[in-house]
């Protein structure tokens, strides 16, 4: 009797979250390989998340040549007052830049799901004297942002590892302004000199299938990056 009544609690509980069958059904299952997590998501294995005992690798002094992460933030058109968002910031690389970037009116909401990333974001951040530039543990089927802020959210290297990418993405566009833009930044799978693990990177058709399920119209694609396009997306606009 108890075990039916636990099973029958087990069964309410779930139908009482909401996207819960929706969710269920969204991902396959199946053994993971080296580098995944064995969930799929329309057609992909999810790659394993970046943890943080590799900030360094984030940091590393080649990042700049090897990746023209010069050419990466000049592509986003960034100027003062703009609110972005960093999902997955990691140690911050690129929200800092962003941050001194959209300087003094601007602000950086830099969102990563693992506490020790945040805590090394919040000690470099704090150390060039960032005040602009706010750090947040995200959960990790949802940004956890205040609704309609954001003008541009950045994904660089990331989104191949959410755990929950639609739903992340959902909550995302729920923290976008009206005119909002959603940055995917990948290495390119189409491309297999650039020297990355299959499971981290993704194809341009593969990030269009994944972002337009939801209200977003592609709008350009930049291909000027050694390792990486940049894939920008505009928030669709309610129809009167
Ligand atoms: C490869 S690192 C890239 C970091 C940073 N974007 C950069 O380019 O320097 C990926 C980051 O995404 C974060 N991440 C993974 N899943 C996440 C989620 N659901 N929400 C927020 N961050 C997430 C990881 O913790 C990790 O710090």
Same mark, same amino acid.
């Given at each position: 009797?108890?075990?039916?009544?636990?099973?029958?609690?087990?069964?309410?509980?779930?139908?009482?979250?909401?996207?819960?069958?929706?969710?269920?059904?969204?991902?396959?299952?199946?053994?993971?390989?080296?580098?995944?997590?064995?969930?799929?998501?329309?057609?992909?294995?999810?790659?394993?998340?970046?943890?943080?005992?590799?900030?360094?690798?984030?940091?590393?002094?080649?990042?700049?040549?090897?990746?023209?992460?010069?050419?990466?933030?000049?592509?986003? =058109? @960034?100027? !003062?007052?703009?609110? %972005?968002?960093?999902?997955?910031?990691?140690?911050?690389?690129? $929200?800092?830049? *962003?941050? /001194?970037?959209?300087?003094?009116?601007?602000?950086?909401?830099?969102?990563?799901?693992?506490?020790?990333?945040?805590?090394?974001?919040?000690?470099?951040?704090?150390?060039?004297?960032?005040?602009?530039?706010?750090?947040?543990?995200?959960?990790?089927?949802?940004?956890?942002?205040?609704?309609?802020?954001?003008?541009?959210?950045?994904?660089?290297?990331?989104?191949?590892?959410?755990?929950?990418?639609?739903?992340?993405?959902?909550?995302?566009?729920? =923290? @976008?302004? !009206?005119?909002?833009? %959603?940055?995917?930044?990948?290495?390119?799978?189409?491309?297999? $000199?650039?020297? *990355?693990? /299959?499971?981290?990177?993704?194809?341009?058709?593969?990030?269009?299938?994944?972002?337009?399920?939801?209200?977003?119209?592609?709008?350009?694609?930049?291909?000027?990056?050694?390792?990486?396009?940049?894939?920008?997306?505009?928030?669709?606009?309610?129809?009167?």
């Amino acid at each position: 009797m108890c075990v039916l009544f636990a099973v029958l609690a087990l069964v309410v509980s779930i139908q009482a979250i909401p996207g819960a069958h929706a969710a269920e059904t969204r991902y396959l299952q199946r053994a993971p390989s080296a580098d995944g997590i064995g969930k799929r998501y329309m057609g992909r294995e999810i790659s394993a998340v970046m943890g943080w005992q590799g900030a360094a690798w984030l940091e590393r002094s080649a990042r700049e040549q090897e990746e023209r992460t010069d050419l990466l933030l000049a592509a986003l =058109a @960034l100027r !003062p007052g703009l609110h %972005v968002a960093d999902i997955g910031a990691g140690t911050g690389y690129l $929200a800092r830049r *962003i941050a /001194a970037a959209v300087a003094p009116h601007g602000k950086v909401y830099a969102v990563d799901v693992q506490p020790q990333m945040v805590r090394l974001l919040e000690t470099r951040a704090a150390a060039e004297g960032l005040t602009n530039l706010l750090p947040s543990l995200g959960a990790p089927a949802d940004v956890g942002l205040p609704a309609g802020v954001v003008d541009i959210a950045l994904m660089v290297d990331v989104y191949h590892e959410l755990e929950f990418p639609h739903e992340v993405l959902a909550s995302i566009l729920r =923290a @976008l302004k !009206p005119d909002g833009r %959603v940055v995917f930044v990948e290495y390119r799978a189409e491309d297999p $000199a650039v020297p *990355i693990k /299959a499971l981290h990177k993704m194809s341009v058709a593969q990030i269009r299938r994944e972002a337009e399920v939801h209200a977003l119209d592609w709008e350009r694609t930049v291909d000027t990056l050694p390792w990486q396009h940049l894939v920008v997306f505009r928030k669709r606009q309610a129809s009167p």
